[in-house]
C-alpha cells in the first residue's frame, strides 16, 4: 500500500494568516492526489483534486502544488470557516489512502 | 440534486454481521465509481471497499475476506455487506461516488452511519 504522510498533524493559525500543509507519499503517484477539508461531525468536502485543480464552488484562497511524492495545500488568507481537519488522499492505486489529516485550530 | 443516504449502521457483537444500504438520488449507482470509506473515532479516512461501473470490485486489506460490495440497479442502491466484525470495524462508514477529471476524486459523500462492534 501507499502510505501517506501528512505534517504537521496540528497547527494554530489566526484569521488571515497563510497555512501551508504538506502531504508525502511512500512512492511516486505523479498528480494523483487530493486534498479534503472535514469540519467536525461532517463528511469530508473536496477541495482540490488532481493535485492543483481547484474543485468548483471552492475559493481561490485554496491551492495545491506537487507533483510524484511531495505536495502541498495551501490556504492564503485563512477564514473562521477554515478552521476544520485538512486530508490528502491518492488515487493513484485502486484501494485509495489518505493522510492521517492535518487539524488546522484557531490561535 | 445527487444525495446520498446510508442506513443499516448500529451496534453489533463481535463475530457479528451487519449489512449496510446507500440509496441514491440524482445519478445512477451503477454507471458511477461508487466506495465505501471510514473513519474510527478520532482517527483518518480509510477507503474500504470500491466498485467500478463496470462492476469490479477492490477492498482494502483489513476487510477482505469479510467485506461484499455490491449494488442493485433497479433500487439504484449500494451495499456493503460486513461479516465476522471486530472491534476495529468501529467507524463512521461513508458512502461516497467517485468521479473522473484528470484523476479520481470523491465528489459526493453521505451523511455517514455509525458501526459500533462491542460485546
Known amino acids: 500500500d501507499i502510505q501517506m504522510t501528512q505534517s504537521p498533524s496540528s497547527l494554530s493559525a489566526s484569521v488571515g494568516d497563510r497555512v501551508t500543509i504538506s502531504c508525502r507519499a511512500s512512492e511516486s503517484i505523479s498528480n494523483n492526489l487530493n486534498w479534503y477539508q472535514q469540519r467536525p461531525g461532517k463528511a469530508p468536502k473536496v477541495l482540490i483534486y488532481a493535485a492543483s485543480s481547484l474543485q468548483s464552488g471552492v475559493p481561490s484562497r485554496f491551492s495545491g502544488s506537487g507533483s510524484g511524492t511531495d505536495f502541498t495545500l495551501t490556504i492564503s488568507g485563512l477564514r473562521l470557516e477554515d478552521f476544520a481537519t485538512y486530508y490528502c488522499q491518492q488515487s493513484y492505486t485502486t484501494v485509495w489512502t489518505s493522510g492521517q489529516g492535518t487539524k488546522v485550530e484557531i490561535k | 440534486e445527487v444525495q446520498l443516504v446510508e442506513s443499516g449502521g448500529g451496534l453489533i457483537q463481535p463475530g457479528g454481521s451487519l449489512r449496510l444500504s446507500c440509496a441514491a438520488s440524482?445519478?445512477?449507482?451503477?454507471?458511477?465509481?461508487m466506495s465505501w470509506v471510514r473513519q474510527a473515532p478520532g482517527k483518518g479516512l480509510e477507503w474500504v471497499s470500491v466498485?467500478?461501473?463496470?462492476?469490479?470490485?477492490y477492498y482494502a486489506d483489513s476487510v477482505k475476506g469479510r467485506f461484499t460490495i455490491s449494488r442493485d440497479k433497479s433500487k439504484n442502491t449500494l451495499y456493503l455487506q460486513m461479516n465476522s466484525l471486530r472491534a476495529e470495524d468501529t467507524a463512521v462508514y461513508y458512502c461516497?461516488?467517485?468521479?473522473?477529471?484528470?484523476?479520481?476524486?470523491?465528489?459526493?459523500w453521505g451523511q455517514g452511519t455509525l458501526v459500533t462492534v462491542s460485546s
Open positions: 440524482g445519478f445512477t449507482v451503477s454507471s458511477n465509481y
Open positions: 466498485i467500478y461501473s463496470g462492476g469490479t470490485t
Open positions: 461516497a461516488r467517485g468521479v473522473y477529471s484528470s484523476n479520481w476524486f470523491i465528489d459526493f
